[in-house]
């Protein structure tokens, strides 16, 4: 069994980026912040950031267009994903990405900037919170009977 999943909650660091491909389907591009802090042995406070690069495709890419901003509190879920390129100098780059499949974010409606607070919600739906499964959203056969005999284990 396999298993990419990655989920992290944290700051954009700019608006999202929204683009066509050739057959017009819209991809948004985004950064996260996360960052931890601790205390060292001497007691000090230490603090690490680590930022993520976020690509969300089709409707999920409209919904994050719209509604982040730079600043937006989010919580994303999906899979790792590492593509390589042809850099100017003809090396050979990659890039590890976060390809979004659902996403929740977590300051309410016509909050979010820099200069918004965030209290964690006791419950997942409070503060007007928007959820957004991709997974559901691109499944059209939410009718479909399934069969014991198409389980694949």
Not at 32 to 37: E, F, K, P, S
Not at 39 to 47: F, H, I, L, N, P
Not at 49 to 75: P, T
């Amino acid at each position: 069994m396999n298993l990419n999943k990655a989920m992290i909650i944290g700051n954009l660091t700019k608006d999202p980026e929204i683009r066509q491909t050739g057959s017009g389907m819209q991809v948004a591009s985004f950064s996260v912040a996360t960052n931890m802090v601790w205390k060292d042995a001497s007691g000090q406070k230490q603090e690490k950031v680590e930022f993520h690069n976020i690509v969300a495709w089709k409707n999920l890419a409209d919904i994050c267009a719209r509604y982040l901003k730079k600043g937006s509190k989010v919580y994303v879920e999906g899979r790792l994903q590492t593509r390589d390129w042809q850099g100017k100098d003809g090396l050979k780059r990659y890039t590890t990405e976060i390809v979004a499949e659902n996403m929740i974010m977590l300051d309410g409606r016509g909050q979010g900037g820099a200069n918004s607070s965030y209290q964690a919600p006791t419950n997942p739906r409070d503060n007007n919170e928007i959820v957004y499964d991709n997974m559901s959203a691109n499944n059209s056969n939410h009718d479909e009977e399934i069969s014991v005999e198409n389980i694949p284990f």
